[in-house]
């Protein structure tokens, strides 16, 4: 069974300072991975997805199969960062459902 | 705005109450997903439709059902209220049938429950 896990419920930095959001999961075969975000009175978003190799908004995400990880990481945090950050993963062998972690609360202060 | 629309944005019923709530997703996507969002659980995915037909089920409670209609538009129907049904309910869309890389979700605003 897939099964995704952000083990941080809350987290604080201050502006400037760097942030990384855990991800770890579990699941048989090649899984696709992304970060979904939520700005306060904003709908849930795409934040990026593994395959493209992508950094938004200076936020970047290696997938490392041999931990089963893949942590969101931002060398400097911005206080329009604060959000409410879920990791998500589907695949072939679970039919595509995207299950997605608890989340992780950030907030950056000034 | 032609993103996933959810209606009502806000609920407030009783227990043992029944409640329809309505998504309308992206202009051009035919894939519908539910997903209930409390505080200690998180998002949990309920159940998925594409064109029309149910396609994927998550933990979707017996008193929970749904269905997505010809225009594609959905709806999510809980019967026999209970107070731990209160949550935040998530529409989502995309273009493909399975969840991809291509064809991200896109989710709606929610609809809040209060069952009282």
């Known amino acids: 069974a897939q099964r995704v896990t952000q083990p941080e419920k809350l987290l604080s930095v201050f502006k400037g300072a760097p942030v990384e959001l855990k991800c770890n999961y579990s699941?048989?075969?090649?899984?696709?991975l992304f970060w979904y975000v939520q700005y306060s009175r904003q709908r849930l978003q795409l934040l990026l997805r593994h395959i493209s190799r992508e950094s938004i908004k200076g936020f970047t995400a290696d997938l490392n199969k041999g931990e089963t990880s893949f942590h969101l990481k931002k060398p400097f945090a911005q206080e329009e960062d604060s959000a409410m950050y879920y990791c998500a993963l589907s695949g072939r062998s679970n039919d595509y459902k995207l299950s997605f972690g608890a989340g992780t609360t950030v907030t950056v202060r000034a | 705005d032609s993103g996933v629309t959810q209606t009502p944005k806000h609920l407030i019923t009783a227990t043992g109450q029944r409640v329809t709530l309505r998504c309308s997703p992206r202009?051009?996507?035919?894939?519908v997903y539910w997903y209930q969002q409390s505080l200690d659980q998180g998002l949990q995915f309920l159940i998925q439709y594409y064109n029309g037909e149910e396609r994927a089920k998550g933990n979707i409670l017996e008193r929970f059902s749904a269905q997505q209609f010809p225009d594609l538009h959905s709806e999510l129907n809980l019967s026999s209220l209970e107070l731990g049904d209160s949550a935040l309910y998530f529409c989502?869309?995309?273009?493909?049938?399975?969840?991809?890389?291509?064809?991200?979700?896109?989710f709606g605003n929610g609809t809040r429950l209060t069952v009282t």
């Open positions: 989502a869309s995309s273009s493909g049938q399975p969840s991809s890389y291509n064809s991200p979700l896109h």
């Open positions: 699941y048989s075969g090649s899984p696709e």
């Open positions: 202009s051009g996507d035919l894939s």
